[in-house]
């Protein structure tokens, strides 16, 4: 996707053929936002486009910055400055990968394009976010992306008409990501593996072995310090004593904890 991309793209639409290609695009054009958006919907796409092509960010970053907002004329409730676009993230990400599976885009360009969409609306504040929060997004998203999801953001700013690509939270931000990352953030990364877990409670592989997995990881998640092999190895011993009810709901919790990430609240 060259620098040229938006062009392109509004010409496709000026011709007619953007609503035979891209139709969800256009439902954007002429749909106003709020009071923290210069921009109308679809113009906003293109200029977020326009920033990503310029800093020569990846594809994945292009193709996010233009899809990022997809779903808001669909879910905006209201006019005017307090105008709300609740839960675009989500619906977004859902119509982000109908567009790239019918344009042909490779289940792996799919899966990290749509997970950017759906994330991109985290909300950070130095002193405000707690760590735990920024582990959790980190979880979510995979270490591997983060870089890009900044950049997401920063093209989202450009693309608002906000002047400073990145402010100080922005780069704090970085600063916690970077720190976080080393902590554990995936089952993977827990001092205990599943087969430690049958051989301590004397089961085979099984749902229990997998609900006692993400259990232990919101413990780490909320403090890295409890990834310790010993104390792991007690609360699987306490776990293993639960009911099958007991367990799944508090492995219910546990995922439903990781799901918890800060969005922002202005912008939505």
């Not at 695009?25 to 919907?41: M, R």
């Not at 899809?67 to 993230?89: L, Q, S």
């Not at 009810?245 to 546990?254: G, I, M, Y």
């Amino acid at each position: 996707m060259s620098e040229n991309a938006s062009e392109g793209i509004e010409l496709l639409r000026k011709l007619g053929l953007l609503k035979y290609i891209i139709p969800e695009l256009e439902e954007g054009y002429g749909v106003s936002q709020n009071k923290h958006h210069i921009y109308e919907c679809y113009e906003h796409s293109l200029r977020s486009l326009d920033y990503a092509a310029k800093q020569s960010f990846n594809k994945y970053v292009r193709l996010a910055a233009l899809f990022h907002d997809i779903a808001k004329p669909r879910v905006k409730e209201g006019e005017g400055p307090e105008a709300t676009f609740y839960g675009h993230e989500i619906v977004g990400a859902k119509v982000t990968a109908q567009i790239l599976s019918r344009l042909r885009f490779s289940k792996k360009d799919i899966e990290k394009v749509v997970k950017l969409v759906r994330y991109h609306l985290f909300y950070y504040n130095v002193g405000e976010v707690s760590e735990s929060s920024v582990r959790r997004l980190v979880c979510k998203v995979g270490p591997e992306n983060m870089a890009e999801l900044l950049q997401l953001r920063i093209a989202d700013r450009i693309g608002s008409g906000v002047p400073k690509a990145e402010p100080y939270k922005l780069r704090h931000l970085k600063y916690v990501i970077e720190r976080v990352s080393r902590d554990p953030i995936s089952v993977k990364m827990l001092l205990v593996s599943g087969n430690d877990i049958m051989k301590i409670l004397k089961i085979k592989p099984g749902p229990k072995v997998g609900q006692i997995l993400d259990i232990l990881l919101s413990y780490v998640l909320t403090d890295p310090s409890k990834n310790k092999k010993e104390f792991l190895e007690k609360e699987t011993e306490k776990l293993g004593k639960l009911s099958e009810k007991e367990l799944n709901k508090l492995a219910q919790e546990a995922r439903k904890e990781r799901e918890k990430i800060e969005t922002k609240k202005s912008l939505t």
